[in-house]
């Protein structure tokens, strides 16, 4: 990322510099699966710009990876996100 010190105006530099982002990930994933769930199913893709007004974001997000081990053993991690954001009352 550009540091702020580099970019014109202060505004610009908080709303983040318009620059190609990296990802970077850990040596040991193996897996990575995101499903999501719009309040009435799950399903395995998400296209915010396909959603109707008000429906761009998922009601909630299932996250499973898996990681190697030391020793050869695999680590399974899970758990759901809600996001309150999609949700009517905000």
């Known amino acids: 990322m550009v540091p702020c010190s580099s970019v014109p105006s202060r505004a610009a530099c908080h709303r983040g510099p318009a620059v190609a982002r990296r990802w970077y990930w850990p040596t040991n994933l193996l897996s990575l699966h995101l499903r999501y769930f719009d309040g009435q199913r799950w399903t395995e893709e998400w296209d915010s ?3 109707k ?3 761009q974001l998922p009601v909630a997000v299932a996250i ?7 020793g050869g053993r ?3 991690f899970a ?3 809600t996001l309150p954001m999609a949700m009517a009352q905000w």
Not at 64 to 70: D, F, G
């Open 64 to 70: 499973q990876i898996q990681m190697a081990a030391p």
């Open 53 to 55: 007004a008000g429906t």
């Open 49 to 51: 710009t396909a959603a």
């Open 79 to 81: 758990t759901q996100v």
């Open 74 to 76: 695999i680590m399974d």
